[in-house]
């Protein structure tokens, strides 16, 4: 037994994920009908991008610091019988929700890496008589269903790989079987048509990405001691869906998305949109004139595009580290 200590492996591994997603796009047949938020943060794409490259000895020090940590939680025990590596072998972390602020209860988790599964599945076994009544592991089809129990919660937790490359975690036994009849039928869950529509915005390219339903967002935000709250949920609950996703290269590329009525109102609406981005312009290059500190700004509004994508439109732009490093300097009242 493993005692009043948090289960090792499978534990572990949610919390990693769970704290990540607090921090592209993945298979939507893995994601549960109901899903209206779906976050998910692409951990191989941010440690090898250019920028993190430049940055090394501060990206040393972070994983000299998780190293540590790890180094003192049972799950190193399991992680190695594994073989999993979590730097090599991590990749994308996704977090999906119904709208529901009981992330705890709602939550459904799902980890993109390279397992090799005879070596996960004996770790699991040995993870399972180590632990005792804490894991259990029951058959699906041809599938493994872990079941975590943890002494010092009442909560339980259960867990299932999809072929070599993905674990999918969930508080509920039914949403991590339906998944699996998801992938033995080779189908997409009935997931709401916009949410559906706007997750083709985002791709697994991207270092992070966001999609939700408008009301699900104002869902979460209704009573949040945060300034304006309620305009925002009235402006969210007007929205069908949308996404939001940031790429990290040498520099900073980030992306809006909002689903529009249909094809022709997205185009319509981008067009019209380029057209209020060049009064935009217009004006931030006469404020430059009268105030050069500017200058970031207008460099920042020069990359900003909007076409269409399908049913939804999209705002895309970029900022270099050069102009983040700027606007620091000349305007240091700005929250960081």
Partial sequence: MLGSRRVGFLLSLSLLAFTASQAGAFD????????????????????????????????????????????????????????????????????????????????????????????????????????????????????????????????????????????????????????????????????????????????????????ASGPALAKLLENAPVPNADTAVGVLNGIDALSFAVTLTKDVQFQLGVNAKDEDTAKKLAAGGNLALLTVRTMVAGKVKEDPKLQPVLDIANTLRITSQGGNIVLRGEVTIDNIEKLKTNFPKIPQ
Avoid: C, M, W
Avoid at 98 to 127: M, Q, R, T, W, Y
Avoid at 137 to 156: A, T
């Fill in 28 to 211: 939507p047949k893995l994601l549960p009908g109901d899903s209206e938020i779906v976050v998910t943060v692409n951990l191989q794409q941010i440690l090898n991008s250019d920028l993190l490259k430049a940055n090394k000895e501060l990206v040393d020090q972070g994983k000299g610091l998780l190293v540590q940590q790890l180094e003192n939680n049972p799950a190193k025990k399991y992680l190695d019988k594994a073989g999993f590596d979590l730097f090599r072998d991590l990749v994308s972390i996704t977090f999906a929700n119904n709208g529901s602020k009981n992330l705890e209860k709602n939550s459904f988790l799902v980890i993109e890496g390279k397992f090799d599964v005879p070596k996960f599945e004996a770790a699991i076994d040995d993870l399972a008589r180590d632990a005792g009544a804490n894991i259990k592991v029951d058959k699906v089809g041809s599938f493994r269903l872990i079941e975590v129990s943890p002494p010092e919660r009442e909560k339980r937790g259960y867990a299932t790989l999809v072929g070599n490359s993905h674990l999918v975690i969930s508080p509920d036994r039914d949403t991590v079987t339906s998944a699996i009849q998801r992938v033995q039928a080779n189908k997409t869950a009935d997931l709401k048509q916009a949410v559906k529509s706007v997750l083709e915005t985002v791709t697994n390219k991207q270092s992070l990405s966001i999609v």
